[in-house]
């Protein structure tokens, strides 16, 4: 048995050894086979920033003011000539005032267009736009949808940088994401979270919904924002928030970039979004609505009314017909038949698969352009 000078003589090579070991494990995780499990901070597996993310995407946001020239009421007894000269008034111009807002946008090309909500510039005299840089510049309307709560904005400045766009089919609930915007009018201001929910829709907010939602904090002048991933991409415009105090309450909501590309570049190209339109009213079947019809379902959408004259018409679709298919895509909800339909070019041919008092039907109806909704 060894003797205490031993042990001593032992001790000190012993834990220099162990603790040159760690170094190496620590320094090379995977030339030993813990580079699924194993990591130090700030590598891949465990980023302690995200600078470099938000250091791409920033100089792409933009803020956004606003102003509206609005009348001021007066008095319905002093729209009387007679008592305006009285009251020393005369024929002086109602008195105006100036409203102003603000929100935020995201540059989407080089060539100057922006994206933001359509509620942050809808009505406005005049639209401002304040780059990172600082630099600033008036911008024009090229386009506005009402129905995804998207318009698209152009300035004219040199040298500026567009916005890298990301895959937001691809996202997952728990990914990280980073919002960029201008709250209360603070500045641009960067919060983090997680994505929540993927295709959040029937919150009545627009006609297609399909939102991103997130627990990143978003509030009133984040509007029209980015929402990036990790790596500076554009994975959504932030669009609004659910709070019952005015204020971020961890449920926020992106419009995802698959659908605002897609806006974007029809308003670029026609000025105005062009969509599908069957002319057809549905609502959803569930499966006691399908036991009630005595239906052998438990999901589609029943087609309640048909637009006379319209595509579903025209082709031969019934109120009371059952649409199970869209060009051989099942269909389980009306958001989705909707947003199917409005992705397709006029012109083109959709084979609607249909239950007809029991029995399949497959009919083929040629797409007409949805007419411009009336506000």
Known sequence: MPDGKTLKFLFWPVLCGVLLATIILLRYPQQFGLGDGFSRPGSDNMPTSYADAVQRATPSVVNIYTSTIVQRKIHPLLNDPVLRH???QGDSPRQQRLQ???????????????????????????????????????????????????????????????IE???????????IVLAIGNPFGFGQTVTQGI?????RYGLHLNTYENYL????????????????????????????????SG???????????????????????????????????????????????????????????????GPADKAGLLPGDVIIRINDDAVSNGRAGLMRVSQMMPGEIASIEVLRQGEEVNIHATVGTRPTPTS
């Open 247 to 309: 204020g971020s309450q961890g449920i926020g909501l992106a419009i995802p970039t698959d659908i605002a590309s897609g806006v974007m570049d029809s308003i670029i190209r026609h000025g105005r979004v062009i969509r599908g339109w069957l002319g057809i009213e549905v609502t959803e079947l569930n499966p006691q609505v399908a036991k009630n019809l005595g239906l052998p379902l438990e999901r589609g959408i029943i087609i309640t009314s048909t637009y006379p004259g």
């Open 86 to 88: 009285f009251l020393n």
């Open 195 to 199: 994505i929540s929910a993927t295709g």
């Open 165 to 175: 766009f990301g895959e937001s089919a691809d996202i997952r609930v728990g990914d």
């Open 100 to 162: 102003q807002s603000l929100g935020s946008g995201v540059i989407v090309d080089r060539r100057g267009y922006i994206l933001t909500n359509n509620h942050v510039i809808e009505g406005a005299d005049q639209i401002l736009v304040s780059l990172y840089d600082r630099r600033e510049a008036l911008a024009i309307v090229i386009g506005t949808d009402p129905e995804t709560d998207l318009a698209v904005l152009k300035i004219e400045l040199d040298n500026i940088e567009a």
């Open 213 to 244: 939602q997130t627990d990143a904090d978003i509030n009133p002048g984040n509007s029209g924002g980015a929402l990036i991933n990790v790596e500076g991409k554009l994975l959504g415009i932030n669009a609004a928030i659910f709070s019952r």
